[in-house]
């Protein structure tokens, strides 16, 4: 692997940008933009973990208002599910285990 001009000007304009992000954080300014940061980082985590603790109740909330709202809109929708439910899975049930006897072909050798 060669190194050519573009490798090398690319690492010395990196170079440039880390003294120059070095200095300017070094200086008062730059200080308080890194306290700024730290502050929201830290509001942000403390408002992410109250709401991993609010989630279970937030969803429980919203599966009984969810029911409650498709039983007002659909007043069978109970009964339309349970019959859907038995159209395809409980008529497999209800019929005796019977083995496939279809008989398949010998492929020609």
């Not at 060669?2 to 120059?20: D, E, M, P, Q």
């Not at 933009?33 to 985590?45: I, S, Y």
């Not at 007043?75 to 038995?86: I, N, Q, R, T, V």
């Amino acid at each position: 692997m060669s190194i050519n001009a573009k490798h090398l000007a690319t690492f010395v304009l990196g170079a440039a940008a880390g003294v120059a992000a070095h200095k300017y954080l070094q200086s008062e300014e730059g200080e308080k933009l890194l306290e700024d940061l730290k502050t929201k980082a830290n509001d942000l985590k403390s408002e992410a973990e109250g709401a991993i603790e609010k989630a279970p109740v937030y969803f429980d909330e919203l599966k009984t208002k969810g029911a409650d709202a498709l039983k007002n809109g659909f007043p069978d929708a109970e009964g339309f599910f349970k019959e859907l439910y038995e159209k395809f899975v409980g008529n497999k049930g209800n019929q005796p285990a019977t083995p496939d006897m279809t008989q398949v072909p010998d492929p020609i050798s």
